[in-house]
């Protein structure tokens, strides 16, 4: 069963498709930032699309892929935000409902979306070829946006409702990245983690 599902994921027509969606998903998630990237001063831009630019991290890794190759250091950076921003995004979409804001169709696409970039980040690890270093330079980014998001206040924009607990969300999120990385280093880079060689 694990052989058929990983030899059907490095299919040259599976990543392909992976690719097309990967890349409108990117598009997209610009597009959901526009406003906000509008008012965010030009030195903070890079670290505030948090999902597009994991899944675009994840476009450069599947082109990779489709060449037989790999780039240890952007599968380190597609590996972690993808984890951390796609259980994030569900965790925040999900809170926020909880606590009083109305459900809707868009509510439901995002969190199925990011549910599916952590989903893609776990079924990939095994190809993966990620070292120590390139782990430190994620987690350096990790914790770096999370100081941007935080401490200097360019976090996503979330409802308001959710709004009071900021400070236990920056919390949060510190935490899942540490986790994320923990994560992908123990199903990557430690020795004997479980790997695959790309067909």
């Known amino acids: 069963m694990l052989a058929y599902l990983f030899g059907w994921l490095t299919k040259r027509s599976t990543l392909l498709l992976l690719l097309v969606v990967n ?12 406003n ?29 892929f489709l060449m037989k190759k790999n780039v240890g250091l952007i599968e380190a950076l597609a590996a972690v935000t993808l984890l951390k921003y796609g259980i994030w995004a569900v965790a925040m979409n999900t809170f926020q409902v909880m606590e009083g804001a109305p459900m809707h169709w ?9 549910a599916g970039m952590a989903l893609q980040a776990l079924l990939f690890l095994p190809f993966m070829r990620i070292k120590a270093w390139h782990l ?16 200097f206040g360019m976090h996503p924009w979330i409802s308001r409702v959710i709004m009071p607990y900021i400070d236990q969300i920056g919390v949060f999120t ?23 060689n790309l067909p």
Do not use: C, E
């Open 174 to 196: 510190f935490l899942l990245g540490l986790a994320s990385v923990m994560l992908v280093y123990f199903l990557n880079v430690r020795k004997g983690a479980f790997r695959l």
């Open 36 to 64: 906000q990237l509008a008012q965010t001063p030009w030195h903070f831009i890079p670290f505030v699309p948090d999902s597009p630019t994991a899944s675009l991290f994840f476009v450069v890794v599947l082109v990779a």
């Open 23 to 34: 890349a409108l998903g990117t598009i997209y998630g610009f597009y959901w930032y526009g």
């Open 106 to 114: 868009q509510i439901i696409m995002l969190n199925f979306s990011h």
């Open 136 to 151: 430190g330079v994620a987690l350096t980014w990790t914790v770096w946006n999370d100081v941007i998001d935080y401490v």
